[in-house]
């Protein structure tokens, strides 16, 4: 077993926590150190110094990949937090619909994992659509730092359990069910949905248009309380006056900081 010293472990705290947001505390070691120490060995370094200085001057960046591949914390699953998508189909599709400007929507999962959470707003979408002869549009951006969070949402390839408590109709329309009763999410779904590498800790975002809507959800719970409050303001620019922030449940926002208005629980929304 590879010891790692507290020098060694603040080395790597804090380059998460400062290029990423993502704090590292105390309680997270054993965690940090469980999750690094197999790399550590395949790769036959001695040490986390010696791994911390072969990350840092790594210019292919792959080792730096591998690193927030094994740090970040991708738990997710589809209709995670379910009323979001009720408030979503109820009040923020129908206000949306109500203004004839706003055709084609601007959604942005930011922090999207392996995908589940874009995928169930495509979904929700798309019925929502059906069921009220809506010629709304909408694509969907969902951004993450972990490459490999990514390739999974790309490859949407989901394991039976994970579709299994989803609506009968859902598992018809928007997947294709292999003979192991994976499902795979069809491409009409998919084509809502644009991948993209993306630090929320990135102090400008490269958008050209503002988003109706912006979920970002159990994210934020990892980063400190200034970079949090600093990413909020930069998510209040980005979205549409009238635009809504969803959060994850176990979050709040700082209610003095913000210029967002409270909805009700981990829903904000930008004043018109
Ligand atoms: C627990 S998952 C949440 C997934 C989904 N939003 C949900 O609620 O189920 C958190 C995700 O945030 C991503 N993340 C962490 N820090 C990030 C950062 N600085 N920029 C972008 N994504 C980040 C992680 O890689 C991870 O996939």
């Known amino acids: 077993m590879i010891e790692i010293s507290d020098k060694e472990y603040r080395a790597i705290s804090d380059f998460m926590r400062t290029n990423y947001g993502i704090k590292l505390g105390e309680e997270k070691k054993s965690l940090v150190t469980g999750r690094l120490h197999n790399l550590l060995i395949e790769k036959k370094f001695k040490s986390f110094s010696e791994y911390y200085d072969y990350?840092?001057?790594?210019?292919?960046?792959?080792?730096?990949?591998?690193?927030?591949?094994?740090?970040?914390?991708?738990?997710?699953?589809?209709?995670?937090?379910?009323?979001?998508?009720?408030?979503?189909?109820?009040?923020?599709?129908?206000?949306?619909?109500?203004?004839?400007?706003?055709?084609?929507?601007?959604?942005?999962?930011?922090?999207?994992?392996?995908?589940?959470?874009?995928?169930?707003?495509?979904?929700?979408?798309?019925?929502?659509?059906?069921n009220n002869n809506s010629n709304m549009n909408a694509k969907i951006?969902?951004?993450?730092?972990?490459?490999?969070?990514?390739?999974?949402?790309?490859?949407?390839?989901?394991?039976?359990?994970?579709?299994?408590?989803?609506?009968?109709?859902?598992?018809?329309?928007?997947?294709?069910?292999?003979?192991?009763?994976?499902?795979?999410?069809?491409?009409?779904?998919?084509?809502?949905?644009?991948?993209?590498?993306?630090?929320?800790?990135?102090?400008?975002f490269p958008f050209r248009k503002k988003f109706h809507v912006i979920f970002c959800r159990n994210v934020m719970i990892y980063f400190d309380n200034k970079k949090k409050d600093e990413l909020v303001e930069r998510f209040y620019d980005a979205l549409e006056p009238g635009g809504y922030l969803f959060i994850g449940h176990s979050e709040a926002l700082n209610r003095d900081k913000t210029r967002f208005k409270y909805i009700k629980p981990a829903i904000y929304r930008k004043e018109k």
């Not at 970040?72 to 937090?81: A, K, Q, S, W």
């Not at 598992?171 to 809502?192: L, P």
Request: glycine content about 4%.
């Open 141 to 204: 951006l969902a951004t993450d730092i972990s490459n490999k969070a990514l390739e999974a949402a790309l490859k949407a390839e989901y394991p039976k359990e994970s579709i299994d408590t989803l609506p009968l109709n859902w598992k018809s329309e928007y997947f294709t069910i292999g003979s192991d009763g994976k499902g795979t999410v069809n491409n009409q779904t998919k084509n809502m949905i644009k991948l993209a590498y993306l630090n929320l800790m990135d102090t400008q």
């Open 55 to 130: 990350v840092i001057s790594d210019k292919s960046g792959d080792a730096l990949t591998e690193l927030i591949n094994r740090i970040t914390t991708n738990y997710t699953y589809f209709m995670r937090e379910p009323n979001h998508f009720d408030f979503f189909k109820d009040i923020v599709l129908p206000g949306l619909a109500s203004n004839p400007n706003n055709r084609d929507l601007r959604i942005w999962s930011a922090g999207c994992s392996s995908g589940e959470e874009a995928y169930t707003i495509s979904m929700v979408f798309q019925d929502y659509k059906k």
